[in-house]
């Protein structure tokens, strides 16, 4: 059980419910004992009256008196009466009970009422004197028609309903209040994930805000945390493209400088304007890797516009590389591939594929070859393209980090490969925001390894 909300409700519902049993259990207890004191409050306060009348009545009229009275009164009382004279034998000679004998004997010995409790209710035992002088002893027999406790009268079925409806609406006030608890924690946990996905624009409802507790004040602080972080983003956006905007100009100038100047060179220059050329080229080529970072993080590129042949892309992908790798006693090989397809931006697709492919060109040792496979994941739901070298690796604590811009594992490595560090990030970019994901590991063999996951929708288009 690791969910707050099912916590929550647990505890509540558990907590009430004790509470709501503890009071039923309590209420009836305390009314049956209340009942029972009142009861022997009125015993104890009637018997002897009864007494008095049921001993003069003997001793005045007899048998045939007592049987009239108890003719005249059977079925109105609550009880059952018993009179016995001083020798301890019962006037009407009926058979008694041990409860009732020893209601008797008690009260005879101790001249007042004497009440004895059993599992089938009570018996109270009365001494009194007539106005002769003869002793008696009254004993009723409450046993019999005695009606139950109304507090243990009610069917076990009704019971049981009773206390089933009570867990019910205690369950259900746990629900309402466990909501109330965590509705805006889990509001606020998806307005986290969906910000930490890229989506600055997330934020938590004014419903969430509109409360008046210490959650709210916890999602208006998540909001303005959300909106500084957007526009610290946007900013940082924008200042990228502006400056890049911004070195076009002069770097075109430079490259029409470059050429007027070839045109007078002598060939002792020659090296030293190569040397520039190759500069200014490079140059240019940061530039564009920024201008196509800036709109893809802004959202400016269009995503879905065909329909694209990832297994063709793959296969044009690593023809182009190995052409370019042989060059450099190197070479590109495709271990496997399948039919898929995947609507978006062929364009950007193809340049973030290669990407990680002449990355893997650049680092992979001589005389070896650059992995490349295109498999189905996840029930074929995604394709996975795996580009596997043969280099040095990455530090393992540099393997989320190499797809940041401008990143580099060995600065001197990478300036002398002409590495501007923007590759890897534009490739990151273009795959999330085509619903994939990038991912890097170091192989135990040697080598680095870059898996590219897509989400595709079916094969791969015919072609006519």
């Known amino acids: 059980m690791r969910s707050l909300f099912s916590k929550i409700f647990l505890w509540f519902w558990l907590a009430m419910a004790l509470v709501s049993l503890t009071l039923i259990l309590s209420s009836t207890w305390t009314e049956s004992r209340s009942s029972g004191e009142r009861d022997e409050a009125i015993d104890r306060a009637m018997t002897p009256l009864i007494a008095d009348n049921f001993a003069e009545v003997f001793d005045r009229q007899g048998k045939a008196g007592l049987e009239e009275l108890l003719s005249h009164g059977k079925g109105s009382f609550p009880w059952e009466p018993y009179l016995f004279d001083s020798f301890g034998h019962e006037v009407l000679g009926r058979q008694v009970s041990p409860q009732i004998t020893e209601a008797m004997q008690l009260a005879e010995l101790s001249r007042k009422t004497e009440i004895i409790r059993g ?168 530039i564009s890797g920024l201008l196509h970072l800036a709109r893809l993080e802004s959202g400016t590129e269009t995503l879905d516009q065909e329909i694209v042949d990832i297994e063709g892309l793959v296969s044009s992908v690593a023809d182009d590389a190995n052409f370019e790798a042989g060059s450099r006693n190197r070479s590109v090989r495709v271990l496997s591939t399948f039919p898929c397809s995947r609507k978006g931006n062929a364009q950007l697709l193809r340049s973030a594929v290669e990407n990680v492919v002449r990355n893997a060109v650049n680092y992979t040792a001589e005389g070896t070859e650059v992995e490349l496979s295109l498999a189905p994941a996840g029930e074929g739901e995604s394709a996975v393209i795996r580009v596997r070298d043969h280099g040095p690796g990455v530090p393992e604590s540099a393997l989320k980090t190499i797809f940041e811009p401008f990143f580099r594992v060995d600065e001197a490595r990478d300036r002398f490969s002409g590495g501007a560090g923007l590759g890897l990030s534009i490739t990151d970019r273009v795959i999330r925001a085509h619903g994939g994901s990038v991912n890097a590991q170091n192989q135990p063999e040697g080598g680095l390894v870059i898996e590219l996951t897509l989400p595709v929708d079916g094969p791969s288009p015919q072609v006519s």
């Open 119 to 286: 599992n089938a209710g009570h018996w109270v035992g009365q001494y009194v004197l007539a106005n002769s002088g003869n002793p008696y002893v009254l004993v009723l027999d409450i046993s019999r028609r005695r009606p139950p406790d109304p507090a243990f009268s009610v069917p076990s079925q009704v019971q049981v309903l009773r206390f089933m409806i009570v867990l019910l609406i205690v369950g259900l006030i746990s629900l309402w209040i466990t909501r109330h608890i965590t509705s805006p924690i889990i509001q606020l946990r998806s307005a986290a994930t969906q910000l930490a996905g890229g989506n600055l624009s997330a934020r938590v409802s004014q419903e969430t805000l509109l409360r008046k507790d210490e959650l709210a004040g916890l999602g208006k602080d998540f909001n303005h945390m959300a909106s500084q972080v957007e526009l610290l983003m946007a900013s940082q956006r924008r200042l990228i493209g502006d400056i890049s905007h911004e070195l076009r100009s002069p770097l075109a100038r430079l490259s029409v400088a470059l050429g007027l100047a070839r045109r007078t060179a002598d060939p002792e220059t020659d090296t030293s304007l190569n040397r520039i050329e190759r500069e200014t080229q490079r140059l240019n080529e940061m």
